[in-house]
């Protein structure tokens, strides 16, 4: 497996931990808040764990050992939630640690990885309307974050 592929595991367990706290702090503050946050985790991973499978299979892994190590990866939420729940609210001060390293090495595998291999045998006009799509989800995470 290619070093993105490591890289790829790394940031997604750190992000599963973060989605984890994010479970249990909510669980914390209500059964109705820890509901509405877990389904809308759940709903949020279902397409970045199918980029991430795809990630793994591009770096030389079998189909087989990519859902593997998808499987293991999802770990890292239950351990954080664990966290949150045990902790009783600490998950925000160790979320300011986390979310760091997790935002840099999912930059790291998309400007180094991905990024590369959508434009390398695309026409002009392929490679146009994927880095359009990109800039598309770059504006959603902003006008969601201000509203």
Do not use: W
């Not at 808040?33 to 299979?57: C, K, Q, R, S, Y």
């Not at 009783?88 to 300011?96: P, Y």
């Not at 146009?128 to 902003?142: D, N, T």
């Amino acid at each position: 497996m290619e070093v993105s592929g490591y890289l790829n595991l790394a940031a997604d367990v750190a992000h599963n931990f973060t989605d984890g706290l994010a479970i249990g702090a909510s669980f914390l503050a209500g059964p109705g808040l820890g509901m509405v946050t877990a389904v809308t985790v759940l709903l949020h991973e279902l397409p970045h764990e199918v980029g991430d499978f795809a990630i793994l299979v591009q770096s030389g892994c079998s189909k087989h050992k990519a859902m593997r190590l998808q499987l293991v990866t999802a770990l890292g939420a239950v351990a954080g939630a664990a966290c949150s729940l045990l902790a009783e609210g600490a998950g925000e001060a160790a979320m300011l640690g986390v979310l760091p390293f997790t935002a840099g090495g999912f930059i790291y595998v998309g400007t180094v990885s991905v990024i590369p291999e959508l434009l390398r045998d695309a026409g002009p006009l392929q490679s146009l309307l994927q880095v359009l799509g990109l800039l598309a989800g770059v504006a959603m995470m902003v006008a969601i974050a201000h509203y």
